[in-house]
Protein backbone atom coordinates (compact mmCIF):
# COMPACT_ATOMS: atom_id res chain seq x y z
CA UNK A 1 0.00 0.00 0.00
CA UNK A 2 0.90 3.49 -0.44
CA UNK A 3 2.42 5.00 2.64
CA UNK A 4 1.82 9.24 3.05
CA UNK A 5 4.05 9.72 6.41
CA UNK A 6 3.69 13.53 7.84
CA UNK A 7 5.96 13.99 10.15
CA UNK A 8 4.00 15.04 12.97
CA UNK A 9 0.43 14.61 14.63
CA UNK A 10 0.47 17.45 16.78
CA UNK A 11 2.49 20.65 16.64
CA UNK A 12 2.22 24.01 18.75
CA UNK A 13 4.09 26.93 17.38
CA UNK A 14 4.28 31.10 18.16
CA UNK A 15 3.14 33.41 16.18
CA UNK A 16 5.84 34.57 14.01
CA UNK A 17 7.81 31.72 13.90
CA UNK A 18 9.29 29.67 10.70
CA UNK A 19 7.03 26.64 10.60
CA UNK A 20 8.11 23.53 8.41
CA UNK A 21 5.92 20.11 7.90
CA UNK A 22 7.10 17.59 6.33
CA UNK A 23 5.58 14.90 4.02
CA UNK A 24 6.95 11.62 2.73
CA UNK A 25 5.51 9.51 0.01
CA UNK A 26 7.04 5.93 -0.89
CA UNK A 27 5.04 5.04 -4.07
CA UNK A 28 7.20 7.51 -6.60
CA UNK A 29 4.46 9.29 -7.18
CA UNK A 30 4.98 12.23 -9.33
CA UNK A 31 2.04 14.54 -7.43
CA UNK A 32 2.18 15.92 -4.19
CA UNK A 33 -0.25 18.43 -2.33
CA UNK A 34 -0.81 20.26 0.51
CA UNK A 35 -4.49 20.91 1.99
CA UNK A 36 -5.84 22.32 5.19
CA UNK A 37 -9.19 20.99 6.80
CA UNK A 38 -11.37 23.77 8.59
CA UNK A 39 -14.70 22.49 10.34
CA UNK A 40 -17.46 23.82 7.55
CA UNK A 41 -14.92 24.38 5.29
CA UNK A 42 -14.18 20.73 3.97
CA UNK A 43 -10.35 20.70 2.98
CA UNK A 44 -8.71 23.70 0.90
CA UNK A 45 -6.11 22.98 -1.78
CA UNK A 46 -2.81 25.23 -0.29
CA UNK A 47 -0.36 23.89 -2.93
CA UNK A 48 0.79 21.22 -5.51
CA UNK A 49 3.48 20.08 -7.11
CA UNK A 50 3.62 17.76 -9.99
CA UNK A 51 7.32 17.63 -10.46
CA UNK A 52 10.65 18.28 -8.89
CA UNK A 53 11.05 21.58 -8.30
CA UNK A 54 8.25 22.11 -9.59
CA UNK A 55 5.29 23.87 -8.02
CA UNK A 56 1.87 25.54 -8.32
CA UNK A 57 -0.37 27.39 -6.37
CA UNK A 58 -3.81 26.51 -4.85
CA UNK A 59 -6.87 28.33 -3.66
CA UNK A 60 -5.50 29.62 -0.67
CA UNK A 61 -1.71 29.74 -0.96
CA UNK A 62 -1.21 33.44 0.98
CA UNK A 63 1.11 32.90 3.91
CA UNK A 64 2.53 29.87 2.77
CA UNK A 65 5.32 28.29 0.41
CA UNK A 66 6.19 24.97 -0.61
CA UNK A 67 9.66 22.87 -1.20
CA UNK A 68 10.15 19.79 -3.46
CA UNK A 69 13.78 18.77 -3.45
CA UNK A 70 13.21 15.53 -4.12
CA UNK A 71 10.46 13.15 -5.38
CA UNK A 72 9.41 11.58 -2.21
CA UNK A 73 9.46 14.29 -0.16
CA UNK A 74 7.00 17.60 -0.04
CA UNK A 75 7.23 20.31 2.41
CA UNK A 76 5.29 23.10 3.33
CA UNK A 77 6.39 26.64 5.09
CA UNK A 78 5.13 28.79 6.98
CA UNK A 79 7.06 31.74 6.90
CA UNK A 80 5.86 33.72 9.79
CA UNK A 81 3.14 31.80 11.86
CA UNK A 82 -0.07 33.18 12.23
CA UNK A 83 -2.97 32.64 14.77
CA UNK A 84 -5.16 31.76 11.48
CA UNK A 85 -3.47 29.46 10.34
CA UNK A 86 -4.22 27.03 12.87
CA UNK A 87 -5.66 24.06 11.71
CA UNK A 88 -5.23 20.23 10.71
CA UNK A 89 -2.72 20.00 7.70
CA UNK A 90 -3.14 17.22 5.19
CA UNK A 91 -0.59 15.83 2.80
CA UNK A 92 -1.57 14.03 -0.44
CA UNK A 93 -0.18 11.94 -3.23
CA UNK A 94 -1.32 10.85 -6.60
CA UNK A 95 0.40 9.29 -9.80
CA UNK A 96 0.56 10.87 -12.63
CA UNK A 97 -1.95 9.32 -14.61
CA UNK A 98 -2.04 9.64 -18.38
CA UNK A 99 -5.94 8.58 -18.58
CA UNK A 100 -8.81 8.93 -16.76
CA UNK A 101 -9.44 5.65 -16.04
CA UNK A 102 -6.12 5.24 -14.44
CA UNK A 103 -6.69 8.46 -12.36
CA UNK A 104 -10.17 6.67 -11.44
CA UNK A 105 -8.34 3.55 -10.20
CA UNK A 106 -5.36 5.15 -8.29
CA UNK A 107 -7.45 8.23 -6.61
CA UNK A 108 -5.18 9.79 -3.94
CA UNK A 109 -3.39 8.67 -0.52
CA UNK A 110 -3.91 10.74 2.28
CA UNK A 111 -1.24 11.20 5.01
CA UNK A 112 -2.84 11.02 8.69
CA UNK A 113 -2.57 14.98 9.25
CA UNK A 114 -0.85 17.56 11.56
CA UNK A 115 -2.87 19.61 13.80
CA UNK A 116 -1.02 22.93 14.08
CA UNK A 117 -1.71 25.23 16.64
CA UNK A 118 -0.39 28.84 16.73
CA UNK A 119 -0.24 30.33 19.80
CA UNK B 1 -13.25 26.85 -11.55
CA UNK B 2 -15.34 24.06 -9.48
CA UNK B 3 -16.93 24.19 -6.52
CA UNK B 4 -18.84 21.45 -4.61
CA UNK B 5 -21.63 21.85 -1.98
CA UNK B 6 -22.42 19.51 1.07
CA UNK B 7 -25.50 20.19 2.27
CA UNK B 8 -25.92 19.28 5.96
CA UNK B 9 -22.97 20.15 8.57
CA UNK B 10 -24.26 17.53 10.36
CA UNK B 11 -26.18 14.51 10.57
CA UNK B 12 -27.34 12.53 13.60
CA UNK B 13 -29.39 9.55 13.25
CA UNK B 14 -29.97 5.91 14.54
CA UNK B 15 -28.09 2.81 14.03
CA UNK B 16 -30.24 0.62 11.63
CA UNK B 17 -31.35 4.00 9.91
CA UNK B 18 -30.84 5.14 6.32
CA UNK B 19 -28.83 7.42 5.10
CA UNK B 20 -28.62 10.20 2.67
CA UNK B 21 -26.14 12.58 1.94
CA UNK B 22 -26.24 15.28 -0.67
CA UNK B 23 -23.72 17.06 -2.88
CA UNK B 24 -23.52 19.11 -5.60
CA UNK B 25 -21.11 20.59 -7.41
CA UNK B 26 -20.32 23.43 -9.89
CA UNK B 27 -18.55 23.18 -13.19
CA UNK B 28 -19.31 23.44 -16.96
CA UNK B 29 -17.46 20.44 -18.20
CA UNK B 30 -17.16 16.61 -17.31
CA UNK B 31 -15.79 15.57 -13.38
CA UNK B 32 -14.82 12.52 -11.92
CA UNK B 33 -16.70 12.62 -8.28
CA UNK B 34 -15.41 11.24 -5.27
CA UNK B 35 -16.78 10.65 -1.86
CA UNK B 36 -13.96 10.53 0.95
CA UNK B 37 -14.81 9.34 4.73
CA UNK B 38 -12.50 10.17 7.17
CA UNK B 39 -12.97 8.34 11.07
CA UNK B 40 -12.08 9.72 14.07
CA UNK B 41 -8.80 10.01 14.42
CA UNK B 42 -7.92 8.37 11.28
CA UNK B 43 -6.60 9.19 7.48
CA UNK B 44 -9.22 10.14 4.75
CA UNK B 45 -10.05 7.43 3.02
CA UNK B 46 -11.72 6.60 -0.33
CA UNK B 47 -15.44 5.25 -0.37
CA UNK B 48 -16.24 5.55 -4.06
CA UNK B 49 -15.65 7.08 -7.11
CA UNK B 50 -17.73 7.72 -10.12
CA UNK B 51 -15.51 7.61 -13.42
CA UNK B 52 -18.03 7.11 -16.33
CA UNK B 53 -20.58 4.51 -17.30
CA UNK B 54 -23.58 3.37 -15.08
CA UNK B 55 -24.74 6.39 -12.45
CA UNK B 56 -24.86 4.14 -9.79
CA UNK B 57 -21.72 3.21 -7.64
CA UNK B 58 -21.37 1.16 -5.25
CA UNK B 59 -18.82 1.47 -2.71
CA UNK B 60 -17.17 -0.27 0.21
CA UNK B 61 -19.07 -0.88 3.32
CA UNK B 62 -22.31 -0.62 1.90
CA UNK B 63 -21.88 2.64 0.52
CA UNK B 64 -23.60 3.73 -2.63
CA UNK B 65 -24.04 7.19 -4.55
CA UNK B 66 -26.29 8.48 -7.76
CA UNK B 67 -24.81 10.27 -10.25
CA UNK B 68 -27.40 13.12 -11.81
CA UNK B 69 -25.62 14.36 -14.53
CA UNK B 70 -28.90 16.97 -15.15
CA UNK B 71 -29.05 17.82 -11.00
CA UNK B 72 -25.05 18.57 -11.06
CA UNK B 73 -25.46 15.87 -7.98
CA UNK B 74 -24.20 12.56 -6.55
CA UNK B 75 -25.86 11.86 -3.49
CA UNK B 76 -24.00 9.23 -1.05
CA UNK B 77 -26.73 6.60 0.67
CA UNK B 78 -26.51 3.91 2.94
CA UNK B 79 -30.03 2.10 3.82
CA UNK B 80 -28.84 0.75 7.51
CA UNK B 81 -26.31 2.44 9.25
CA UNK B 82 -23.84 1.53 12.35
CA UNK B 83 -22.38 3.13 15.04
CA UNK B 84 -18.79 2.26 13.09
CA UNK B 85 -20.33 4.32 10.36
CA UNK B 86 -19.95 7.53 12.32
CA UNK B 87 -17.24 9.40 10.63
CA UNK B 88 -17.00 12.78 8.74
CA UNK B 89 -18.05 12.70 4.47
CA UNK B 90 -16.42 14.49 1.60
CA UNK B 91 -17.72 14.74 -1.63
CA UNK B 92 -14.73 15.96 -4.31
CA UNK B 93 -14.80 16.32 -7.59
CA UNK B 94 -12.00 16.63 -10.56
CA UNK B 95 -12.11 18.06 -14.11
CA UNK B 96 -11.86 15.30 -16.48
CA UNK B 97 -9.28 15.51 -18.83
CA UNK B 98 -6.85 17.03 -17.03
CA UNK B 99 -4.38 15.09 -16.77
CA UNK B 100 -0.76 16.94 -15.78
CA UNK B 101 -0.04 19.46 -13.43
CA UNK B 102 -1.48 18.22 -10.83
CA UNK B 103 -4.92 16.57 -10.92
CA UNK B 104 -6.48 18.80 -8.35
CA UNK B 105 -9.30 17.58 -6.12
CA UNK B 106 -12.13 20.04 -5.28
CA UNK B 107 -13.64 19.32 -1.72
CA UNK B 108 -17.05 20.09 -0.28
CA UNK B 109 -17.22 21.22 3.61
CA UNK B 110 -18.13 17.97 4.94
CA UNK B 111 -20.76 16.19 6.82
CA UNK B 112 -20.06 14.70 9.93
CA UNK B 113 -22.33 11.50 10.81
CA UNK B 114 -23.41 10.49 14.34
CA UNK B 115 -24.71 6.92 14.26
CA UNK B 116 -26.35 6.53 17.90
CA UNK B 117 -26.09 2.88 19.12
Known amino acids: DVKVTQSSRYLVKRTGEKVFLECVQD?????MFWYRQDPGLGLRLIYFSYDVKMKEKGDIPEGYSVSREKKERFSLILESASTNQTSMYLCASSPLTITDRELANYGYTFGSGTRLTVV | AQSVSQHNHHVILSEAASLELGCNYS??????LFWYVQYPGQHLQLLLKYFSGDPLVKGIKGFEAEFIKSKFSFNLRKPSVQWSDTAEYFC???????????????FGGGTRVLVKP
Open chain 1, 27 to 31: MDHEN
Open chain 2, 27 to 32: YGGTVN
Open chain 2, 92 to 106: AVMPWGIKAAGNKLT
